[in-house]
């Protein structure tokens, strides 16, 4: 839109005076270098070797995120502002009084991805090594956690084989269960270059035609669940045609016969997996033939795969294959796990998870527990694994859990079962949360409010999904009374009395025990081993470039690519093959919730928008929650596209904004993760996710619940433009999105339009001296407050359903902030220019602001590639996160240009 353009060709380059800094972006598992600095656009870190100076927009509108607005800058206690003294005392005194009364299985922390190692490990360290329970778990069981234990059960420990290089020297990459051209641009990126440059084909695994489904050469709609199936019929293909690598699977595999067998009586003939994975039969067998006949193969799986009760299987079922062709450890090759957060791994090295115990050594090994004891010289060591994640707050809920900590997340907007996650949190006998913001759905409940640093305020590192160790810098000063999680969590323990082994200064000295104790008594059993870097000074430690582990003593240079030497860290050396049949989701599509209702990420958007929601340009592509579904299915229920329906299961239900699409497959629906009661009414999917776990990872199945789709009848739709941000109350809907000079609220309710205008009115600042339009007749409404220079402050829009006008250049005329001119007031309530300006249409292009329909009518005009439409509109030309949108676009229209 306009307005967008305006802000977007304001941005400049860092100044002068500001040195930028090398830092790592706080999104996705990618882990882009990007240089760090007060300037609204934040270029990518050219030296920085996962993305060469490329960065995606979520990473390139990073500086757009720093302003203190709506920032916690001090401790609160009770809701009222208090000393750090006065937080940390009660926190430090409830937690030991738990553990005092209940034992230390009562309390538990629940943290985040977004923690730097640093952080992390000072966590798991006070609660498994000194309150002594493994009641610390983490938002990466919602993303990762089957990831994990396919890889324990596979490899021996947790360990991602490949390396990004990979992916540039593949020949096949099979995508699957991931929207990879969204959720890791960059990486995307990377592979359409490849294909440019050395015909790398990429096919793409989904039930939804994804971004990345549309750009890949071939894309298999799978219905949901039936991954193990589709890739045991692979494996037993495999075998059927002679690609089996014989001598790597008797010299370095054990249970290749047993998995092979299951597959076989699993996945019999092809006719049958295309019938129940809901694939058409050529393109199968294409898929099966071209894994077949190509060495250098890369197979990329990620959240479609994970958030399944059956995760851990299909994880395995795809390693399978790569162990049955020896498709591991060289180059262009391998099974890869992209991380959902840009610090998963990191909490995964140094046990962040209930189950594991600290630098990938695990709970149930006695030598372990001996060691970490010795070196964290305790006697309190957990001994058990503690409650996973789902498991958690059903205790918070039963009452099991009396103190809770919850660090940098939002699991009452992001758990499943949200409805009964929000009870428990309100009923918890203590509640503590460190945030940067006050008002997620989580901190409202809390008791004890931390107030932590952000990006930019944080120094330590991060691991992304390619096992890169890169520095996360500061280069702003920590504001108010803010601080690093790690200290917030060290002044905890030492008033728990364990300050002996919590007097870190900073958190180089705490990656160096870190570091340390991944070496400690490791003579190579464990992979994981930084040993080299533990002896790091703050000096090195600042200095420090990105590197990948394994880093053993005697080196700093990393490791790449892991099992070149076919050895795997289990007790004989070799890989493990495990036998997984295909099994249906835990919880049945039937009569009454007949819609499989799926849950992800868009493009723009980061987690519960806490960051990326305040940023008008990645509002843009998506202002409000939008349900995904098919024709057919729109159709037989009477939903309109661009209406409203609600989605309700047997756990909650939510209320969304339409849109229908061939892209979703008939008899399932899309509701993207991020919206939140903070900033909607009904919007959470959250409420509505089903609850069931996979039984190996305790992950969540995100992807698969029940739901019975109805429109929700609205008779009125609004749209109200203020500087003001807010929570409404008594609509039937509404959703608050930045805009440019302030936020724009969609509202919709069941009632007459006349008390529609009513409810929208009281939002209003003031009532006095409105210019106003009232069709009642029609049930038009129009409304608009001006300052005293003659400057829009606020402005209202009532009318009937989908009977809103283009709100383009009443968007702009309120981002500019301008007088108002005597014409444009005669033409204000109509909301229309007094030059007409054609449509834009959903936002494609975010950094330049560049809408559907603009792009479409270019396409019609002759600009007939992705090229010429970025030097005539300039979308795709800064981040290139919308290449494959574009792609799709070109290739939709192309029928209709003439030739």
């Known amino acids: 839109m306009p307005g967008l353009r305006g802000v977007v060709s304001s941005m400049t380059a860092h100044s002068a005076d500001h040195e930028p800094v090398r830092t790592t972006c706080p999104y996705c598992g990618t882990g882009c270098g990007v240089l760090g600095g007060p300037a609204p656009m934040t270029p990518g870190d050219p030296e920085h070797p996962t993305n060469f100076g490329r960065v995606c927009a ?6 757009e995120t720093l302003g203190l607005e709506n920032r916690l800058l001090h401790p609160m206690v009770g809701g009222r502002r208090a000393s750090w003294d006065e937080a940390l005392d009660l926190t430090a005194r409830r937690f030991a009084e738990a553990v005092e009364k209940h034992g230390p299985d009562s309390v538990a922390f629940y943290v985040s991805g977004q923690l730097l190692t640093e952080d992390y490990y000072v966590a798991n360290k006070l609660m498994k090594g000194f309150i002594g ?28 084989p490949c390396s990004y290089e990979d992916l540039d020297e593949a020949d096949l990459v099979v995508l699957v269960g991931s929207n990879a051209a969204w959720c890791h641009p960059i990486l995307f990126r990377r592979l359409t270059d490849a294909r440019a440059r050395r015909g790398t084909k990429i096919v793409a695994i989904d039930p939804r035609r994804t ?35 014989r001598d790597f699977v008797s010299e370095h595999t054990n249970g290749f016969e047993d998995a092979l067998a299951k597959a076989q009586s699993d996945a019999p003939e092809f006719y049958a997996i295309a019938e129940e994975c809901g694939v058409p039969f050529d393109d199968l067998v294409a898929f099966y033939d071209l894994f077949a006949a190509t060495e250098r193969t890369v197979t990329v799986y990620s959240q479609g795969v994970n958030q399944s009760s059956r995760g851990t299987d299909k994880v395995n079922a795809i390693i399978n294959c790569h162990l049955a062709t020896g498709r591991i450890g060289h180059a262009g090759m391998g099974p890869f796990s992209f991380t959902g957060q840009p610090n998963a791994m990191g909490g995964r090295e140094v046990g962040g998870l209930a189950n594991q115990l600290a630098a990938h050594m695990t709970l149930e090994n006695p030598a372990d527990l001996d060691r970490v004891q010795r070196f964290w010289k305790t006697q309190k060591l957990a001994t058990a694994s503690g409650l996973k994640a789902v498991d958690m707050f059903d205790a ?23 409805n009964q996650v929000r009870k428990a949190l309100a009923n918890c006998d203590f509640l503590v949360v460190s945030d940067c913001v006050p008002g997620t759905d989580t901190a409202r409940h809390a008791d004890v409010l931390f107030p932590a640093a952000g990006w930019g305020e944080k120094d330590g590192t991060v691991t992304n999904s390619e096992r890169r160790i890169s520095r996360q810098r500061a280069f702003m000063p920590l504001p108010g009374e803010t601080r690093p999680d790690w200290r917030i969590v060290c002044d905890v323990a030492q008033r728990m009395g364990f300050g002996e082994a919590f007097g870190f200064r900073n958190a180089a000295s705490i ?3 870190h570091a340390a104790l991944s070496a400690f008594e490791n003579h190579g059993e464990r992979v994981f081993d930084i040993g080299g870097l533990a002896d790091l000074t703050d000096h090195e430690f600042e200095a420090l470039k990105p590197v990948q582990w394994p880093v053993p003593a005697g080196q700093r240079a990393g490791t790449a690519r892991l099992f070149c030497d076919r050895r795997f860290p289990t007790p004989d050396g070799r890989a493990r093959f495990i036998a997984v049949g295909q099994q249906a989701p835990a919880n049945a599509t039937g009569q009454g919730h007949p819609v499989v209702l799926n849950t992800g990420r868009l493009r723009d ?23 995904e579904l098919n024709p057919a299915d729109a159709i037989s229920l009477g939903i309109a596209d661009g209406g409203f329906a609600e989605v309700s299961s047997a756990w909650g239900r939510a209320v969304a904004r339409v849109r229908v699409t061939t892209d979703q497959t008939k008899g399932q629906a899309f509701l993207p993760m991020h919206w939140t009661d903070d900033v909607t009414a009904h919007g959470s999917p959250g409420r509505v996710a089903n609850p069931a776990c996979d039984a190996v990872s305790g992950q969540p199945e995100l992807k698969h619940t029940p739901a019975r789709l109805a429109p929700f009848a609205a008779r009125w739709e609004g749209l109200f433009l203020s500087r003001r941000r807010f929570r409404p109350r008594g609509f039937g809907y509404w959703a608050r999105s930045a805009v440019p000079g302030g936020y724009a609220y969609r509202l919709a309710g069941l009632e007459p339009a006349g008390e529609g205008i009513v409810l929208g009115l009281s939002l209003m600042a003031s009532q006095n001296g ?3 339009y009232h069709d009642r007749q029609r049930g038009l409404f129009r409304a608009a407050a001006l300052d005293d220079g003659g400057a829009m402050t606020e402005c209202l829009m009532v009318g009937g359903p989908a009977g809103l006008p283009d709100p383009v250049w009443l968007m702009e005329l309120f981002a500019d902030r301008r007088v108002v001119t005597a014409g444009e007031r005669r033409v204000l309530l109509g909301a229309r220019s007094v030059t007409p300006q054609p449509s834009e249409g959903r936002i494609v292009c975010s950094c330049f602001g560049v809408g559907e329909e603009r792009i479409r009518r270019a396409i019609r005009d002759g600009v007939g590639d992705t090229a010429a439409l970025g030097r005539v509109l300039k979308c795709g030309t800064n981040c290139g996160s919308c290449l494959p949108e574009l792609r799709d676009l070109v290739s939709q229209e192309a029928p209709a240009v003439p030739a």
């Open 133 to 160: 329970s493994g009641n610390i778990d983490t938002n990466s069981r919602l993303c990762m956690a089957s990831s994990v234990a396919g890889h324990r059960r596979a490899f021996g420990e947790d360990l991602v």
């Open 770 to 772: 409105l210019l106003d």
């Open 605 to 627: 958007q980061w987690h519960t928008m806490t960051r990326t929601g305040e940023v008008a340009r990645l509002m843009a592509q998506a202002p409000e929650p939008v349900l």
């Open 396 to 418: 918070l809920a039963d009452g099991r859990i009396k103190a809770l900590w919850v660090m940098g997340t939002n699991p009452a907007a992001s758990m499943p079962n949200g």
């Open 211 to 245: 971004a990345t489904a549309a750009d890949a050469d071939l894309f298999l709609p799978v219905q949901p669940g039936t991954d193990v199936l589709l890739f045991n019929g692979l494996l037993a293909h495999l075998a059927r045609v002679g690609r089996i690598d």
């Open 58 to 63: 979520k990473g390139s509108a990073l500086g």
């Open 511 to 513: 990656f160096r025990e």
